[in-house]
């Protein structure tokens, strides 16, 4: 069983250990020590990186027999070690490292110093002890309480057991924060199963034997495996960011300390070029942004109206140089117009008696449409599905009007083929 470091010292950075085991797992190199400071994802939290020796740690599992193996892996390491990276258990004239290759032969006994990625870490301190301090003011407030809590790369969730209003989300939030502001001691104690019992705990521990306890003072006592901060200041600061109703409860969004700051930044970013490019104040944003999107909508319908009318008289201008065929008068042509300009342009045509249209895009991949007036018997579905037959791409549509895209011919080439078809 590996000894945990950081049950006692979350704050433990660097540590020499003795080499117990070294396997291989598929391609993975999987190195497990008698003693670690590196975490294991478990309890909603992710495992620890950092480096043992010149080697990468990627990944730490906490195994069923009670150890923790580290995956390692060569690479330059973003971590510094402040002793020798590695030093054999008992002198010996063989060199067991090969630096300048950039191998190394670990082997059981000997003596390796580690350090994990301390950035990292604190991040995963400051968001673990704030949703301990989160989820007790909603339990407390409340009386609503946390099922599952997940640290993310960017952002942590708790999932609550019952949906709770705005109103009720600002109030917790307001009170895990003058929880934070009075930096209160986050204590570790150890308890029996049956010592833990007769304890005051938030929610009942999920297993037996010895307990670790996370004792926010006077707040919240909570059993837990993970890292957490000596005091609730270190969490800096608890911002809800968003919340969503989840398998009948309520999903809470939140971020803490530095990623809080991280999303403050960006936020502020944001805003200010908002600002610059409105010419408004920050509180007149969504106000300014409702107007952008109503003057658009009236933009939108004009552009519509005056598309519609340009496209009735091009309507008549190609109908005037219609080919005539067996199945009606055809017009055929390539147009300088979107997918919504050729459909306009195909209809109005169409809604003329005795007229196919074939129409498409003067770009490679081509857009097609094909259209044909209520009095003439040729499918316009089948002539398209005839064309990408021929020359790929996708579309549909039914019998009097069928639009596709993706054509990859030219439209001299669709074109004619339409001609042929017809």
Same mark, same amino acid.
């Given at each position: 069983?590996? /000894?945990?470091l950081y049950y006692n010292d979350p704050y433990l950075q660097a540590f ?5 085991? +070294?396997?291989?797992?598929? *391609? ?8 670690? #400071? ?6 909603? !939290?992710?495992?620890?990186?950092? #480096? ?10 906490? *195994? ?15 971590? *510094? ?30 003596? +390796?110093?580690?350090?994990? /990625?301390?950035?990292? $870490? ?36 708790? /999932? ?9 989300? =600002? ?12 930096? $209160? ?16 705990l938030r929610k009942e521990p999920v297993r037996g034997g010895t307990l670790?306890?996370?004792? #926010?003072? %006077?707040?919240?006592?909570? =059993? ?28 809470? *969004? ?43 909508? /009236? ?14 008289? $091009? ?19 390539? #147009?300088?117009?979107?997918?919504? %300009? ?42 398209? =599905?005839?064309?990408?037959? !021929? ?13 596709? %895209? ?17």
């Amino acid at each position: 069983m590996t /000894d945990r470091l950081y049950y006692n010292d979350p704050y433990l950075q660097a540590f020499d250990a003795t080499i117990e085991r +070294v396997e291989h797992r598929g *391609e993975r190199l999987v190195v497990t020590l008698d003693r670690t #400071v590196f975490y294991p994802s478990s309890g909603g !939290q992710p495992f620890d990186t950092g #480096v043992l020796g010149p080697l990468r740690v990627v990944d730490v599992i906490d *195994e069923d027999d009670g150890s923790i193996t580290h995956v390692v892996e060569p690479g330059t390491p973003n971590v *510094e070690l402040r002793t020798p990276n590695l030093e054999p258990r008992t002198p010996n004239p063989e060199p067991r490292t090969n630096l300048e290759r950039g191998t190394l032969n670990l082997e059981p006994g000997m003596t +390796v110093r580690g350090a994990i /990625d301390w950035p990292r $870490r604190f991040d995963h301190m400051q968001q673990h002890s704030g949703q301990h301090v989160l989820s007790a003011a909603f339990d407390r407030l409340f009386g609503v309480r946390t099922v599952s809590f997940h640290l993310g790369a960017a952002v942590s969730t708790i /999932d609550l057991a019952r949906d709770v209003s705005p109103a009720d989300i =600002a109030a917790a939030e307001g009170q895990a924060n003058r929880i934070v502001w009075e930096d $209160r001691p986050v204590a570790i104690r150890f308890a029996t199963a049956e010592e833990a019992a007769r304890l005051p705990l938030r929610k009942e521990p999920v297993r037996g034997g010895t307990l670790r306890l996370i004792d #926010v003072e %006077g707040f919240d006592l909570s =059993a837990c495996g993970g890292t957490h901060v000596a005091r609730t200041g270190g969490i800096g600061i608890i911002a809800i960011a968003s919340w969503e109703r989840f398998k009948g409860g309520l999903r809470i *969004e939140f971020l803490c300390g530095g990623r809080a700051l991280g999303a403050f930044r960006s936020l502020r970013d944001a805003v200010s070029g908002s600002v610059r490019l409105l010419s408004v104040l920050p509180a007149e944003l969504p106000a300014s942004i409702e107007r952008l999107q109503a003057d658009a909508k /009236d933009q939108k319908r004009s552009l519509a109206a005056l598309q519609g009318e340009l496209a009735r008289y $091009r309507a008549e201008e190609l109908a005037a140089s219609a080919e005539p065929t067996a199945a009606g008068k055809l017009v055929a042509r390539a #147009v300088d117009a979107d997918a919504n %300009g050729q459909k306009a342009l195909a209809t109005a045509i169409a809604a003329r008696p005795g007229y196919v249209v074939v129409l498409v895009s003067s770009s490679t991949p081509a857009l097609a449409v094909v259209a044909r007036s209520p009095d003439i018997s040729l499918s316009a579905q089948q002539l398209l =599905a005839s064309l990408m037959a !021929q020359f790929g791409g996708r579309g549909g549509g039914k019998p009097e009007f069928a639009q596709g %895209g993706g054509l990859a011919a030219s439209p001299d080439a669709i074109l004619k083929a339409a001609r042929a078809a017809i």
